[in-house]
């Protein structure tokens, strides 16, 4: 039952049809895992505090720095050299005192993932990220774990949005699109926002569309980036979308 409070706090979106006071509900039971907290982590986290996702956990080992302001829509100027993670709480527990938040200052590698999905389940995963490692861990963990995952990217002006199911026993998985090794031979080093450059709004529209799908996800709604690779181009404002199939040569799931 949702309280009086809740009622009226989350009223614009109870009214939906699609979501209704079941589907408040859902929200306020969900338990989400949202890994970077940066340029798509900030939106997407806003919005999920606000739409009143009941518990958010949020990885990040960064501090903000200057250079993080022209994106990373969380943070303040005088916010400088504090956990990205700590002060992301914070932020939303202003935003919203209903939910509750954990903060968790470090990277997100395999071994912590695997640690974490032992001891607590998710409803889903929300990858935030602009490390490649990190995506591949984060896709077989959640792939072992069965737990769905909602991952997002930002080149420059291009923008990438891709959902999988790993509940369900065939879904492809992101290994299947971009195999490891691929992907690693065909990029420069370390090629992310510090080196390639990005421009801010095309991150908050990345972002934005991960709480999106997030919100489908953990409602039950058909979710657009469900083995689909959506493709956003900032420059002429245009979306496409490529199918994805189960690759029997993925080293992953293959
Ligand atoms: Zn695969």
Known sequence: MLSRKQLQRYSRQIMLPQIGE?????????????????????????????????????????KVEISNLQRQVLYKTNHREKDKAQVAAQQLTAAN?????????????????????????????????????????????????????????????SGQLVSFDFRTQASPCYACLFPPAVEASDLPEAENCSTVGVIGPALGMMGSAQALEAIKFLVGLPVSSLNRLQLFEAASLEWRALSLAENSTCPVCG
């Not at 969900?30 to 999920?48: C, D």
């Not at 997100?108 to 861990?137: K, P």
Request: aromatic share 4%; net charge negative; glycine share 10%.
């Open 97 to 157: 005192p209903e939910i509750r938040l954990h903060a968790h200052c470090r990277m997100a590698d395999e071994g912590w993932l695997t640690d974490l999905f032992s001891q607590q389940s998710f409803d889903l995963v929300l990858d935030c990220t602009d490390n490649l490692d990190i995506r591949h861990s984060i896709n077989r963990v959640c792939r072992a774990h069965k737990i769905p995952v909602v991952m997002a990217s930002v080149r420059g002006f």
């Open 22 to 62: 079941a589907g408040q509900e859902k929200l306020s039971n969900a338990r989400v895992l949202m890994v970077g907290l940066g340029g798509l982590g900030s939106p997407a986290a806003l919005y999920l505090a606000a739409a009143g996702v009941g518990e958010l956990h949020l990885v990040d080992g960064d």
